[in-house]
Each structure stands twice: as C-alpha cells, then as structure tokens.
C-alpha cells in the first residue's frame, strides 16, 4: 500500500512538471515576441507578451487550468471561487474551473458598474464572504490585479491569495499588488525572463 502510494505522489509530481513546462513552451512559442513595442503603462519594452494567444489555445487552456490549480493545491490555498479583472482573467478562470472538477466556482470583474440592469461590478458566482483567489494574466504596474483584488473585497469575498502568469518584473508591479492583497500572498507563475529564455532557446533550436 505504501508502495502503490509513493507511486502515485511521484506520477502526480511528475504531470505537474510536465503541465507547467509545456505551458511555459506555449508562452515561449505563442505569446512572446522581441522588438520595439509601446506598454499600456506608458513605457516602452524589447519585448511584448500576450498571454490570451496561449491562455485561448485549446492547449494552452488545459494547461493553465492545470498550473493554475496545481499552484494553488501547492500554496495550501482553500479557495471556493476563482476570479479577476476582465479580460486578462477570463480565460484562466474558465479553465481554473473546469481543472477543479466542479469545485470552484468562477467570477469576473467589469472594469466599470454596469450602467443597467443591476449594474453589478462583480459577474458570475456571487456569494458573500467566501474565500476566493484573483487572477491576471500579466503583471507589470499591478493595476489590474489590483482592480481586482479591491472590487472582490468591496463586493464582500475573502481574497485568500492572489496569482499571475507572467510577472513583468517591473514599474513595481510586484510591491505594489503585495500592499493591495496583503495579508493574502502574491504569487507568479513564471516571470518575464522566464519567457524570453525558453524563447531564445526554442529559436536556436530551429535555427
């Protein structure tokens, strides 16, 4: 029995390797290029990173699902709902939720209070003080984590942690979603050089 369960923890630890570095070589291959590009924060970059084009493949999907939720086990995170600032989070959340098994529930925040209706902020599952994790694509100032994290606290969720893809590794992106969740924890996936090595490796590779 000991055995058979050893052999089990190890082919879990051996998938989630294989998940995460199989997304990083979606991200590497889909989402990054090199170049000269303008940021929405107003800077400019050598790079660029979409994460949609991989976060949207039917692939890349399943992998950060996957990722998404192996993170969160390994974090001791006891999430009931997953959510973020639309439209960097949808997709992860989406397919954070479908990874759980029925699970986690799933939310998305509007940029703005919606002008009709009910004119809710807070979209999808809406139970008041549940424990939930934001979600973002990229981080480079943090403001849409942040977004995030605030609307979610103000709607009446326990933000238990928060996570990224892709950590840009700049405009104090990190320090400034740390204050925002504090004392909930912020964590990347990977990080922009992360991307840009398995990307140079994946181009020498073919060349």
């Known amino acids: 029995m000991a055995a058979a369960s050893s052999l089990a923890a190890r082919d879990i630890v051996e998938r989630m390797s294989t998940a995460r570095e199989q997304l990083l070589r979606l991200l590497a291959e889909k989402s990054f290029r090199l170049g000269e590009f303008r940021l929405s924060s107003g800077g400019t970059s050598d790079y660029y990173i979409d994460c949609r084009t991989t976060t949207l493949d039917a692939v890349g999907s399943r992998l950060t699902g996957e990722v998404f939720m192996e993170e969160m086990h390994a974090r001791g995170w006891a999430a009931q709902a997953i959510g973020g600032l639309t439209m960097g989070a949808d997709p992860i959340v989406v397919s954070a939720s479908i990874a ?51 609307a979610a606290r103000e ?28 004392p909930a924890k912020f964590v990347s996936v990977f990080t922009a050089n992360d991307v840009r090595a398995e990307h140079i490796k994946l181009s020498q590779a073919q060349s």
């Open 100 to 150: 759980a098994g029925g699970t986690l529930h799933g939310f998305l925040v509007r940029k703005a209070e919606k002008q009709h209706g009910t004119g809710q902020r807070i979209e999808g599952f809406r139970e008041k003080g549940t424990k939930v994790v934001i979600v973002d694509d990229v981080c480079t100032t943090g403001s849409s984590t942040i977004q995030g994290i605030e």
């Open 155 to 182: 709607f009446g969720f326990d933000v238990i942690g928060a996570m990224c893809l892709v950590e840009r590794e700049e405009a104090k992106g990190r320090p400034n979603v740390q204050k925002a969740a504090a």
